[in-house]
T-cell receptor, first 115, second 111 residues
Framework: DTEVTQTPKHLVMGMTNKKSLKCEQH?????MYWYKQKAKKPPELMFV???????INESVPSRFSPECPNSSLLNLHLHALQPEDSALYLC??????????????FGPGTRLTVL | QQQVKQSPQSLIVQKGGISIINCAYE??????FPWYQQFPGKGPALLIA?????SEKKEGRFTISFNKSAKQFSLHIMDSQPGDSATYFC??????????FGIGTKLQVIP
């Protein structure tokens, strides 16, 4: 299995809702990432987990809360989002950190719309 | 500060032609330079990657040329096809650290 899966594919939520995005990989990768991508822009890194521990938080607002329950799963909990948070949210994974290669495999993304 | 500069932002190429996208970087500590291809509504997919100890890498119709002294690298797509129409991102990273993406190039291959 060489893919990263993400659910749901599309999500529409109000500013008072609480929702979660899910990501799963079965490639044995020990680093997992959340990115945000706005239209016609490159992906922007949000969080990095290494061996299930949060290693990088790119100063993301607290209304985004990541969680890594185990080495295969990554969640992004959403609460009290703003319309400007509407974007494609991408999950990625890569091999053992420290191995030298940062080849990242991306999932198809969740298209989030905040009303 | 944009650490990886990519050009052009859009490119139109005739079918069968050569598509060329250029990138320049500033951080000499970068040691991994991937190219990603992204179709609308999809996540980026790794296309090809190179390390700075190699000047060229070819995979099928895709070639990366790397000039370490000039801190530049480029993607060449030979015999471009309409199915190659996508957005291409160059990127750079050092070891396991954060990947820095270029601004992206929207390629359109016309019949």
């Amino acid at each position: 299995d060489t893919e990263v899966t993400q659910t749901p594919k599309h999500l529409v939520m109000g500013m008072t809702n609480k929702k979660s995005l899910k990501c799963e990989q079965h490639m044995g990768h020990r680093a997992m990432y959340w990115y945000k991508q706005k239209a016609k822009k490159p992906p922007e890194l949000m969080f990095v987990y290494s061996y299930e521990k949060l290693s990088i938080n790119e100063s993301v607002p607290s209304r985004f809360s990541p969680e890594c329950p185990n080495s295969s799963l990554l969640n992004l909990h959403l609460h009290a989002l703003q319309p400007e948070d509407s974007a494609l949210y991408l999950c990625a994974s890569s091999q053992d950190p420290g191995q030298g290669s940062n080849e990242q495999f991306f999932g198809p993304g969740t298209r989030l719309t905040v009303l | 500060q944009q650490q990886v500069k990519q050009s052009p932002q859009s490119l139109i190429v005739q079918k069968g032609g050569i598509s060329i996208i250029n990138c320049a970087y500033e951080n000499t500590a970068f040691d991994y330079f991937p190219w990603y291809q992204q179709f609308p509504g999809k996540g980026p997919a790794l296309l090809i990657a190179i390390r700075p100890d190699v000047s060229e890498k070819k995979e099928g119709r895709f070639t990366i040329s790397f000039n370490k002294s000039a801190k530049q690298f480029s993607l060449h797509i030979m015999d471009s096809q309409p199915g190659d129409s996508a957005t291409y991102f160059c990127a750079a990273s050092r070891g396991y650290q954060k990947v820095t993406f270029g601004i992206g190039t929207k390629l359109q291959v016309i019949p």
